[in-house]
């Protein structure tokens, strides 16, 4: 085993653990989380390591990064998420191989990234991207439309061609009332995921929690979590 993937075995075994002890905690079984991996400036050859160690979901971005990497590991039986902001120029890159986008956040972007679905006859798993730091229909620091455009968008979403509406997603916020308040914040996500799937059943997926905060994500009820520094380690700074 090289150094790097017994490092990388390491790392995943941690957080296989802290998500492992989260769901006891939470009274959750551990298959009800799933484990997403953001690669972000990571080299394709730790994914294809991580794929080895069993990972199966993997994330990114930045399209310029994950564009070159998602053709490297093609081979590889992995499902890949988008999960950084999206510009409607980078739209037709990333439906070449992205199988869900969780930063979908206005009706621009839904419209686009219908256009490219049918194009190359993909069907694209989309997730709202929520900003509990946003005005009601605002837009929120980190991207995410408010709380009060949710269902808007949702039936956008629902009634694209090629797309799919698969539930949520929120980044815990830096400011507003829930700044450094994340299980709060996960609650609430799990609040509006609730009444989502009243209107939209099978779109109950809800993406929160990240290498450090992981565990209230979990015992908010999220399905899935992005953890990269945990797993991948803290990358130097370039320059």
Same mark, same amino acid.
């Given at each position: 085993?090289?150094?790097?993937?017994?490092?990388?075995?390491?790392?995943?075994a941690?957080?296989?653990?802290?998500?492992?002890?989260?769901?006891?905690?939470?009274?959750?079984?551990?298959?009800?989380?799933t484990?997403?991996?953001?690669?972000?400036?990571?080299? !394709?050859?730790?994914? $294809?390591i991580?794929?080895?160690?069993?990972?199966?979901?993997?994330?990114?971005? $930045?399209?310029?990064?994950?564009?070159?990497?998602?053709?490297?590991?093609?081979?590889?039986?992995?499902?890949?998420?988008?999960?950084?902001?999206?510009?409607?120029?980078?739209?037709?890159?990333?439906?070449?191989?992205?199988?869900?986008?969780?930063?979908?956040?206005? !009706?621009?972007?839904?419209?686009?990234? +219908?256009?490219?679905? *049918?194009?190359?006859?993909?069907?694209?798993?989309?997730?709202?991207?929520?900003?509990?730091?946003?005005?009601?229909s605002?837009?929120?620091?980190?991207?995410?439309?408010?709380?009060?455009?949710?269902?808007?968008?949702?039936?956008?979403?629902?009634g694209?061609?090629?797309?799919?509406?698969?539930?949520?997603?929120?980044?815990?916020?830096?400011t507003?009332?829930y700044?450094?308040r994340?299980?709060?914040?996960?609650?609430?996500l799990?609040?509006?995921?609730? *009444?989502?799937?009243?209107?939209?059943?099978? !779109?109950n997926?809800?993406?929160?929690?990240? +290498?450090?905060?992981?565990?209230?994500?979990?015992?908010?009820?999220?399905?899935?979590v $992005?953890?990269?520094?945990?797993?991948?380690?803290? $990358?130097?700074r370039?320059?």
């Open positions: 085993m090289t150094d790097r993937k017994a490092q990388l075995a390491e790392n995943l941690k957080v296989e653990d802290r998500i492992a002890t989260a769901c006891t905690a939470a009274g959750r079984k551990r298959e009800e989380v484990l997403i991996v953001v690669t972000k400036t990571y080299p !394709a050859s730790d994914v $294809r991580l794929s080895e160690l069993g990972v199966r979901h993997v994330a990114e971005n $930045r399209d310029q990064d994950a564009a070159p990497k998602a053709a490297e590991c093609a081979d590889l039986p992995l499902t890949w998420h988008f999960v950084g902001q999206l510009q409607t120029n980078k739209v037709r890159s990333v439906v070449d191989y992205a199988d869900l986008v969780q930063s979908v956040d206005r !009706a621009r972007l839904v419209t686009a990234l +219908s256009k490219e679905a *049918v194009r190359t006859e993909r069907r694209i798993g989309c997730l709202i991207q929520v900003a509990l730091d946003a005005q009601e605002g837009r929120g620091e980190r991207g995410g439309v408010g709380t009060g455009g949710i269902e808007e968008l949702g039936e956008l979403v629902a694209a061609p090629g797309l799919r509406l698969d539930g949520l997603m929120t980044v815990a916020p830096l507003g009332e700044a450094g994340q299980q709060a914040a996960f609650e609430r799990m609040d509006l995921s609730t *009444v989502l799937r009243r209107a939209h059943p099978a !779109a997926m809800v993406s929160a929690g990240m +290498s450090s905060d992981l565990e209230q994500a979990v015992a908010a009820g999220a399905t899935h $992005r953890v990269g520094t945990a797993v991948l380690g803290v $990358r130097p370039l320059g």
